[in-house]
C-alpha cells in the first residue's frame, strides 16, 4: 500500500514557513538541503512523515498538524530547525509539489487547481469541524456576534496568500489543502477563533472581481458549524439561519438605539462647550464628562469614538502642561471627527439599509465606530522593524514614541514610553535616547529591528514589550530592512505616494491610528518612500520657523512613474526643531549631504500640501546605516539659510489663515473672543467666497447668528463640517 501524499507540506513556500517558523530555521535549513545534508525520511500509513537526522534526532509530523505540535526529540523546548528541515526535505523528495498536491486532492478543501487561484471560503463546515475544537467553534461564535467588519484579500499569487485582517488581528492561508497551516498573529498563533471568522469573511465575501485587491465584508452572527451540523456541502450554514438569542450583537449598539442617542447628544454638548469656553479651560472641570463619555462609548463598544476621546484629553492635558506634544491644528481636527464620526456611521447604516440596487457605502457603520474590535490583544513571535521615534517634553515629563512595521502582516504599531522629567536623565542632550525600554536603551529600539515574544497590541496600533532579555531581541535596522514592506506602506515612488494620499478615505471614516496621530509628532499618514537615483534640491534652515526644509527628486525622468515628458513630483521634507531632540535638524542634514552613504528610502508622516507630498522624516536609510534623526547626538553642522521661503497659492493662504481662526477660536473659546467676532466672522466669509470657496463662506457667514441662538446645534455643525472642508481642501 502507497503512503499517502502530504499536498498541505508541499504547498508550504519558504515565505510560510518562515512565518509559521522563524527565518533563522528556515536559512539554515535551505543551507543543509542545498548541501545535500538531508534527513532519512519516511512516510507512515497514516499521512505521518518521519524524518531521522544522523545526529540521532527523529522528528515526526502528522496530518492536521502545525508545525509546532509536531514531535522532536531535540532539546529545543519549542519551534527548531529539524521541523522545517523536515518539510523542506519531503518537498526535495517529492519533486514539483504542484503536480503531487495535484495527484493528491484533500477531502472538504479547495478543489481550485493548485497553481491557480483559491480561496478559503472552500473549506466547507466539515473540513473546519476537522480541524478545530469545539470550544474555538464557540469562541468564533461569539466573536461573530458582534459583527466584525474583515478586510479580505484574495489569492494573488504563491508569495500572495489569500489573507484577513480583522479588526485586532491578521490571518494568513498559506495551504489550500488544510487549513492547520492558517496563521493567526495572535498569540495563540494558529488553530484559533480567529482563524474561523476570518474563513467565514471570505464566504460572505463571496466570488470577487479578478483583480480585487481588498473586499470589506461584515461578518454576520452564527452558530459554531459544529452546532449547526458538518459536512453542509461547503454552504455556511451561519447564513442559513440566524445565531442563538445569546451570540446576538446588542440592540443598544445600533445607532438607532436610545443608548447610542443619548451618547451622541452627550457628545455634542462636550464639544459645543470646548468651542464655546475654549479648550484652554481648566481640565479639572471636563475629567468627570470625558469621563463619563467614555464609559458610554465603551460600554456600546464604539472603540474609535473612545479612542478619540481618550486622544482629545491628552490633547487638552498637553495644552495645560505646555507640552511639545501639543499641536492646535490637531486639536481641531479630533473635535471635528468626533462630532463627524457617528454621523457617518449612521449615514453609512441607512445606505446599508436600503432597497436593493440602491447604492452601497464604501464603509460599514460599526467599521467607522469600531463595534467590535477588541481593546488587547497578546501576539505570537513576531518582527517589528523601527519606521523612527519621535520624542517629546513638558513641564513635568518627557517620553518617546518608536512607530514599527510588521513586514510579514504589514501592520504599523506604537510603542509609547514617558518618564518624570530628569528622572534618571544621563544629560540633557543624550537623556532621553539613553533610557531603557523593554531592557534596551532607546536608541537601540529606535534604530533596531525588534524579534518579540512577549507583545501586546491595542486596537489602535499601540504596542507593549515586556521586559526580558529571553523573550526579546533586537538586532540593528540594516540599510534593506524595509525591503520586504509593500504597497499601500511602502511606495516605490513620489508619484505613487500623491495618487495613494489623494485617494486616501477621510480620517473619521476610517480605523484609529496611532501612528497618524500624536505619536508621530506630526498629522498625516504613515509612509515609507524608496528611492532608485535621486537628488537632494533646496536643504535650507528656515530660522525664523525652526525648521529644516529639503525636496527630494528622482534624478532621471520617468524613474518616479511619472509619465514621460511630465516632471516627476518632489517629496518635500520638513523637520521642525524639538528641545527634545537638539540633534534631529543636524543628523537629517548630514544624512541628506551624503555622509553615510546615498539615500535609499525614508521614513515618516505625509500630508497633501497643495498638491505636494510633506513629509516630516522619522527615519532614513542609506547606503551604509539608517538614520534617526530625533536620537542622534547633537553635531553642530552649517546649514544653508532659507531666504526666500515658497509662497503659498492665494487660496492656500486663505485656507490656512482660516484653520487659524478656527483653532485659535476653539483655544480661547467664542464666549470669550474680543468684540467684533461677527464683523471678523463676515470679512473672512467674503475672503472665501472671492477665493471660489462659497461652501466655506456660507459656514461662516452666520456665525454671529448661531451664536446668539438658543439652539446651538448648527453651530456646531457649521464649525466642525468647515474645519473638514478646510482639511480637505488643503490638499
Same mark, same amino acid.
Given at each position: 500500500?502507497?503512503?499517502?501524499?502530504?499536498? @498541505?507540506?508541499?504547498? !508550504?513556500?519558504?515565505?510560510?514557513?518562515?512565518?509559521?517558523?522563524? %527565518?533563522?530555521?528556515?536559512?539554515?535549513?535551505?543551507?543543509?538541503?542545498?548541501?545535500?545534508?538531508?534527513?532519512?525520511?519516511?512516510?507512515?500509513?497514516?499521512?505521518?512523515?518521519?524524518?531521522?537526522?544522523? @545526529?540521532?534526532?527523529?522528528?515526526?509530523?502528522?496530518? =492536521?498538524?502545525?508545525?509546532?505540535?509536531?514531535?522532536?526529540?531535540? *532539546?529545543?523546548? =519549542?519551534?527548531?530547525?529539524?521541523?522545517?528541515m523536515l518539510v523542506l526535505a519531503y518537498q526535495q523528495r517529492s519533486g514539483t509539489a504542484g503536480a503531487a498536491a495535484a495527484d493528491a486532492p484533500t477531502a472538504g478543501a479547495p478543489t481550485a487547481e493548485p497553481e491557480g487561484p483559491w480561496s478559503p471560503a472552500h473549506f466547507d463546515d466539515a473540513a473546519v469541524a476537522?480541524?478545530?475544537?469545539?470550544?474555538?467553534?464557540?469562541?468564533?461564535?461569539?466573536?461573530?456576534?458582534?459583527?466584525? /467588519?474583515?478586510?479580505?484579500?484574495?489569492?494573488?499569487?504563491?508569495?500572495? +496568500?489569500?489573507?484577513?485582517?480583522?479588526?485586532?488581528?491578521?490571518?494568513?492561508?498559506?495551504?489550500?489543502?488544510?487549513?492547520?497551516?492558517?496563521?493567526?498573529?495572535?498569540?495563540?498563533?494558529?488553530?484559533?477563533?480567529?482563524?474561523?471568522?476570518?474563513?467565514?469573511?471570505?464566504?460572505?465575501?463571496?466570488?470577487?472581481?479578478?483583480?480585487?485587491?481588498?473586499?470589506?465584508?461584515? /461578518?454576520?452572527?452564527?452558530?459554531?458549524?459544529?452546532?449547526?451540523?458538518?459536512?453542509?456541502?461547503?454552504?455556511?450554514?451561519?447564513?442559513?439561519?440566524?445565531?442563538?438569542?445569546?451570540?446576538?450583537?446588542?440592540?443598544?449598539?445600533?445607532?438607532?438605539?436610545?443608548?447610542?442617542?443619548?451618547?451622541?447628544?452627550?457628545?455634542?454638548?462636550?464639544?459645543?462647550?470646548?468651542?464655546? @469656553?475654549?479648550?484652554?479651560?481648566?481640565?479639572? *472641570?471636563?475629567?468627570?464628562?470625558?469621563?463619563?463619555?467614555? %464609559?458610554?462609548?465603551?460600554?456600546?463598544?464604539?472603540?474609535?469614538?473612545?479612542? *478619540?476621546?481618550?486622544?482629545?484629553?491628552?490633547?487638552?492635558?498637553?495644552?495645560q502642561a505646555r507640552s511639545s506634544r501639543h499641536d492646535p491644528l490637531r486639536l481641531l481636527s479630533v473635535v471635528a471627527e468626533l462630532w463627524a464620526r457617528p454621523r457617518a456611521a449612521a449615514h453609512a447604516e441607512a445606505m446599508a439599509a436600503g432597497p436593493a440596487g440602491s447604492p452601497r457605502p464604501a464603509l460599514h457603520g460599526r467599521q467607522i465606530l469600531g463595534v467590535g474590535v477588541k481593546g488587547e490583544v497578546a501576539?505570537?513571535?513576531?518582527?517589528?522593524?523601527?519606521? =523612527?521615534?519621535? !520624542?517629546?517634553? @513638558?513641564?513635568? *515629563?518627557?517620553?518617546?514614541?518608536?512607530?514599527?512595521?510588521?513586514?510579514?502582516?504589514?501592520?504599523?504599531? /506604537? !510603542?509609547?514610553?514617558?518618564?518624570?522629567?530628569?528622572?534618571?536623565?544621563?544629560?540633557?542632550?543624550?537623556?532621553?535616547?539613553?533610557?531603557? /525600554?523593554?531592557?534596551?536603551?532607546?536608541?537601540?529600539?529606535?534604530?533596531?529591528?525588534?524579534?518579540?515574544?512577549?507583545?501586546?497590541?491595542?486596537?489602535?496600533?499601540?504596542i507593549d514589550l515586556a521586559a526580558g532579555a529571553r523573550q526579546t531581541g533586537v538586532m540593528p535596522l540594516s540599510p534593506a530592512a524595509w525591503d520586504d514592506l509593500a504597497p499601500p506602506l511602502r511606495q516605490a515612488s513620489v508619484t505613487s505616494l500623491v495618487e495613494r494620499l489623494r485617494a486616501a478615505l477621510p480620517e473619521f471614516v476610517q480605523p484609529r491610528q496611532a501612528a497618524s496621530g500624536a505619536a508621530s509628532g506630526s498629522p498625516g499618514l504613515l509612509h515609507v518612500v524608496a528611492f532608485h537615483g535621486m537628488e537632494v534640491q533646496g536643504c535650507e534652515w528656515d530660522a525664523a520657523a525652526q525648521v529644516l526644509h529639503a525636496r527630494i527628486v528622482c534624478a532621471a525622468e520617468g524613474e518616479d512613474g511619472a509619465p514621460e515628458g511630465v516632471p516627476s513630483p518632489a517629496l518635500h521634507l520638513a523637520l521642525p526643531h524639538r528641545p527634545a531632540a537638539p540633534g534631529a535638524v543636524d543628523a537629517l542634514a548630514r544624512a541628506l549631504a551624503g555622509e553615510w552613504g546615498a539615500l535609499r528610502a525614508v521614513a515618516g508622516p505625509v500630508v497633501l500640501r497643495n498638491g505636494t507630498a510633506v513629509m516630516q522624516p522619522l527615519a532614513l536609510l542609506t547606503r551604509q546605516r539608517a538614520v534617526v534623526p530625533q536620537i542622534e547626538p547633537p553635531a553642530a553642522q552649517p546649514l544653508a539659510l532659507r531666504t526666500a521661503a515658497e509662497a503659498p497659492t492665494p487660496v492656500q493662504a486663505l485656507l490656512d489663515e482660516t484653520l487659524?481662526?478656527?483653532?485659535?477660536?476653539?483655544?480661547?473659546?467664542?464666549?470669550?473672543? +474680543?468684540?467684533? !467676532?461677527?464683523?471678523?466672522?463676515?470679512?473672512?466669509?467674503?475672503?472665501?467666497?472671492?477665493g471660489g470657496l462659497d461652501r466655506s463662506a456660507a459656514l461662516l457667514e452666520d456665525l454671529g447668528g448661531q451664536l446668539r441662538s438658543v439652539d446651538r446645534r448648527p453651530l456646531l455643525a457649521a464649525l466642525s463640517t468647515l474645519a473638514l472642508l478646510l482639511q480637505t481642501q488643503k490638499g
Amino acid at each position: 500500500m502507497n503512503a499517502p501524499v502530504r499536498a @498541505d507540506l508541499l504547498e !508550504l513556500t519558504p515565505e510560510a514557513l518562515t512565518a509559521l517558523a522563524n %527565518a533563522g530555521f528556515v536559512k539554515r535549513a535551505q543551507k543543509d538541503v542545498a548541501a545535500g545534508v538531508l534527513p532519512r525520511l519516511e512516510t507512515e500509513p497514516d499521512g505521518t512523515v518521519r524524518a531521522d537526522f544522523e @545526529d540521532g534526532v527523529r522528528t515526526r509530523l502528522p496530518p =492536521g498538524r502545525t508545525l509546532r505540535d509536531a514531535a522532536c526529540t531535540c *532539546a529545543a523546548s =519549542g519551534m527548531c530547525r529539524h521541523r522545517v528541515m523536515l518539510v523542506l526535505a519531503y518537498q526535495q523528495r517529492s519533486g514539483t509539489a504542484g503536480a503531487a498536491a495535484a495527484d493528491a486532492p484533500t477531502a472538504g478543501a479547495p478543489t481550485a487547481e493548485p497553481e491557480g487561484p483559491w480561496s478559503p471560503a472552500h473549506f466547507d463546515d466539515a473540513a473546519v469541524a476537522a480541524s478545530m475544537s469545539p470550544s474555538v467553534l464557540e469562541q468564533a461564535a461569539r466573536l461573530a456576534a458582534s459583527r466584525p /467588519v474583515v478586510a479580505v484579500q484574495p489569492w494573488q499569487g504563491p508569495a500572495a +496568500p489569500p489573507m484577513a485582517r480583522l479588526p485586532m488581528c491578521t490571518v494568513r492561508f498559506f495551504s489550500r489543502s488544510s487549513l492547520v497551516h492558517a496563521r493567526c498573529d495572535c498569540q495563540q498563533g494558529s488553530g484559533c477563533a480567529h482563524v474561523v471568522v476570518a474563513l467565514w469573511a471570505f464566504r460572505a465575501a463571496g466570488d470577487l472581481p479578478a483583480g480585487t485587491e481588498e473586499a470589506m465584508v461584515e /461578518v454576520t452572527p452564527r452558530a459554531a458549524p459544529a452546532q449547526a451540523g458538518a459536512g453542509t456541502d461547503g454552504a455556511d450554514a451561519g447564513d442559513a439561519e440566524a445565531a442563538p438569542a445569546h451570540l446576538q450583537a446588542p440592540e443598544a449598539q445600533r445607532l438607532s438605539s436610545p443608548e447610542a442617542q443619548r451618547l451622541r447628544e452627550a457628545l455634542d454638548a462636550l464639544l459645543l462647550s470646548l468651542w464655546l @469656553d475654549g479648550s484652554a479651560q481648566p481640565a479639572m *472641570a471636563l475629567a468627570a464628562r470625558f469621563e463619563a463619555l467614555r %464609559a458610554q462609548a465603551q460600554a456600546l463598544g464604539w472603540r474609535w469614538v473612545d479612542d *478619540a476621546l481618550a486622544e482629545l484629553w491628552l490633547l487638552l492635558q498637553s495644552l495645560q502642561a505646555r507640552s511639545s506634544r501639543h499641536d492646535p491644528l490637531r486639536l481641531l481636527s479630533v473635535v471635528a471627527e468626533l462630532w463627524a464620526r457617528p454621523r457617518a456611521a449612521a449615514h453609512a447604516e441607512a445606505m446599508a439599509a436600503g432597497p436593493a440596487g440602491s447604492p452601497r457605502p464604501a464603509l460599514h457603520g460599526r467599521q467607522i465606530l469600531g463595534v467590535g474590535v477588541k481593546g488587547e490583544v497578546a501576539l505570537d513571535h513576531l518582527k517589528l522593524v523601527s519606521l =523612527g521615534a519621535a !520624542l517629546w517634553s @513638558d513641564e513635568t *515629563a518627557e517620553g518617546a514614541s518608536v512607530l514599527f512595521a510588521d513586514p510579514d502582516t504589514q501592520t504599523v504599531t /506604537v !510603542l509609547e514610553r514617558q518618564w518624570p522629567r530628569g528622572e534618571g536623565a544621563a544629560g540633557p542632550a543624550q537623556a532621553l535616547a539613553g533610557r531603557r /525600554v523593554a531592557g534596551f536603551p532607546l536608541r537601540q529600539i529606535a534604530a533596531g529591528q525588534v524579534i518579540t515574544k512577549t507583545a501586546t497590541r491595542r486596537a489602535n496600533g499601540l504596542i507593549d514589550l515586556a521586559a526580558g532579555a529571553r523573550q526579546t531581541g533586537v538586532m540593528p535596522l540594516s540599510p534593506a530592512a524595509w525591503d520586504d514592506l509593500a504597497p499601500p506602506l511602502r511606495q516605490a515612488s513620489v508619484t505613487s505616494l500623491v495618487e495613494r494620499l489623494r485617494a486616501a478615505l477621510p480620517e473619521f471614516v476610517q480605523p484609529r491610528q496611532a501612528a497618524s496621530g500624536a505619536a508621530s509628532g506630526s498629522p498625516g499618514l504613515l509612509h515609507v518612500v524608496a528611492f532608485h537615483g535621486m537628488e537632494v534640491q533646496g536643504c535650507e534652515w528656515d530660522a525664523a520657523a525652526q525648521v529644516l526644509h529639503a525636496r527630494i527628486v528622482c534624478a532621471a525622468e520617468g524613474e518616479d512613474g511619472a509619465p514621460e515628458g511630465v516632471p516627476s513630483p518632489a517629496l518635500h521634507l520638513a523637520l521642525p526643531h524639538r528641545p527634545a531632540a537638539p540633534g534631529a535638524v543636524d543628523a537629517l542634514a548630514r544624512a541628506l549631504a551624503g555622509e553615510w552613504g546615498a539615500l535609499r528610502a525614508v521614513a515618516g508622516p505625509v500630508v497633501l500640501r497643495n498638491g505636494t507630498a510633506v513629509m516630516q522624516p522619522l527615519a532614513l536609510l542609506t547606503r551604509q546605516r539608517a538614520v534617526v534623526p530625533q536620537i542622534e547626538p547633537p553635531a553642530a553642522q552649517p546649514l544653508a539659510l532659507r531666504t526666500a521661503a515658497e509662497a503659498p497659492t492665494p487660496v492656500q493662504a486663505l485656507l490656512d489663515e482660516t484653520l487659524q481662526s478656527l483653532a485659535q477660536w476653539l483655544r480661547q473659546g467664542l464666549r470669550h473672543q +474680543p468684540g467684533g !467676532l461677527d464683523a471678523r466672522a463676515q470679512s473672512q466669509a467674503r475672503q472665501l467666497r472671492q477665493g471660489g470657496l462659497d461652501r466655506s463662506a456660507a459656514l461662516l457667514e452666520d456665525l454671529g447668528g448661531q451664536l446668539r441662538s438658543v439652539d446651538r446645534r448648527p453651530l456646531l455643525a457649521a464649525l466642525s463640517t468647515l474645519a473638514l472642508l478646510l482639511q480637505t481642501q488643503k490638499g
